[in-house]
Each structure stands twice: as structure tokens, then as C-alpha cells.
């Protein structure tokens, strides 16, 4: 699986858009990207995943650059519930067996302030 | 959405004793589900993979028959720790992968299991 860089930590205003990166600069052309999110003491939830198009859903917009290097989870207005570690990981989307295990790095904490 | 139930959540038992941890989809059947441990400030380290009907894969350095993993059905992988040791302490996480999909994995919320 590709290696990504998080940076460690990241403030954000409540309220505001929180832009979190995300660097995969040795992914390969059939590597999703996914984004999942843990919040202290519970186990991750997943956010939003994608290939090469930007992706929007109910919690998030994922935007990924055209080489693919490189993404954004955009959190458009966050709250103080988002306060959490966000774990970008890139991997082939197998339907199953153990192929599919997921390989996380250390995140990003990003914490929302009032 | 996808659910899948982790019990119990949180377990203090005595040095010497064995637990068992279950893992369950709510409302989808898994044909794979995972196993992870999570010490204080670290990220999640998968332990091993647990296949409905056949023997669990371990990843290097996870003792097997220390950590018994049982996948009997679609819907429930449990794992038993046994002859728990304070080492043992820490955050077990499962998820599980829909197989009729070839969606993300979703998680339980976590088992915190602290032994003296």
C-alpha cells in the first residue's frame, strides 16, 4: 500500500472550514483513497473515499489533485464534536478477504475550538 | 448505515484469566472481519484477520494461541484473549467488511480490557 504524510496536529475555529492534507505521493492508479476519523476512546468511522474525483457526501468533501498525489478532507462548517484523530489511508478496494486490512498511520489530530 | 457492535465495552478481570470479546454486524453479513489493538497515543495495529469458516491470519508477531480468534457465522468473529497479563491491557477494535459490497470497512466502538 502507498505511504501517506499527515501532519500531526491542526487547530480549527468552530464554525470555520477545516481542510485537513494529506500526501500519497507514491500511490498507484488503482489505489482509493479513504479517510476515516477516531474519536477519543471509540473505534474510527468512516468519512468519505475516492479515486481521482472529488467526492462530497454528508460529512465531507474529499478533494484529490489531478496527479493524485496529494487530497483534502474539507470539513465545511466543523463543530466541536469534530475533534478527533483523521487517518487518511490509501488502498486497493478488494470486495474481501485479507486483501482488504487497512493499515493506519498516525493522523492527524485535528481540534475544533470555540 | 452499516453497524457493527463490539461487548463488551470496557472489561477488568484478573491477571490469569481469559476474555472473550464479540464482534458483530448488525445489519449486513461479513465475510471478513478484522481484529486491532490500540495502546495509549498509538494508532491502530491490526492483530489479524478473521475469515467466516476458516482459520484466522495472523500478522507477524501476534501470538495465535494467545489470542484465539472464532469467526463461526456471517455476522460474529470473536476474539478470546487468554491467560491475560497487564501487558494484554488495551483498546480492541473490530470491524468488519459487507460482503455483498465492496464498500469501506466499518468498526465497532472499541472494547477497553484492563487486567491487574
Known amino acids: 500500500d502507498a505511504k501517506t504524510t499527515q501532519p500531526p496536529s491542526m487547530d480549527c475555529a468552530e464554525g470555520r472550514a477545516a481542510n485537513l492534507p494529506c500526501n500519497h505521493s507514491t500511490i498507484s492508479g488503482n489505489e482509493y483513497v479513504y479517510w476515516y476519523r477516531q474519536i477519543h476512546s471509540q473505534g474510527p468511522q468512516y468519512i468519505i473515499h475516492g479515486l481521482k474525483n472529488n467526492e462530497t457526501n454528508e460529512m465531507a468533501s474529499l478533494i484529490i489533485t489531478e496527479d493524485r498525489k496529494s487530497s483534502t478532507l474539507i470539513l465545511p462548517h466543523a463543530t466541536l464534536r469534530d475533534t478527533a484523530v483523521y487517518y487518511c489511508i490509501v488502498r486497493v478496494p478488494d470486495s474481501g478477504g485479507s486483501n482488504y486490512k487497512l493499515t493506519f498511520g498516525k493522523g492527524t489530530l485535528l481540534t475544533v475550538n470555540p | 448505515g452499516a453497524v457493527v457492535s463490539q461487548h463488551p465495552s470496557r472489561v477488568i478481570c484478573k491477571s490469569g484469566t481469559s476474555v472473550k470479546i464479540e464482534c458483530r454486524s448488525l445489519?449486513?453479513?461479513?465475510?471478513?472481519m478484522f481484529w486491532y489493538r490500540q495502546f495509549p497515543k498509538q494508532s491502530l495495529m491490526l492483530m489479524a484477520t478473521?475469515?467466516?469458516?476458516?482459520?484466522?491470519?495472523?500478522e507477524q508477531g501476534v501470538e495465535k494461541d494467545k489470542f484465539l480468534i472464532n469467526h463461526a457465522s456471517l455476522t460474529l468473529s470473536t476474539l478470546t484473549v487468554t491467560s491475560a497479563h497487564p501487558e494484554d491491557s488495551s483498546f480492541y477494535i473490530c470491524?468488519?467488511?459487507?460482503?455483498?459490497?465492496?464498500?469501506?470497512?466499518?468498526f465497532g466502538d472499541g472494547t477497553r480490557l484492563s487486567i491487574l
Open positions: 478473521s475469515n467466516e469458516g476458516s482459520k484466522a491470519t495472523y
Open positions: 470491524s468488519a467488511l459487507d460482503r455483498a459490497q465492496r464498500g469501506p470497512q466499518h
Open positions: 445489519d449486513f453479513q461479513a465475510t471478513t
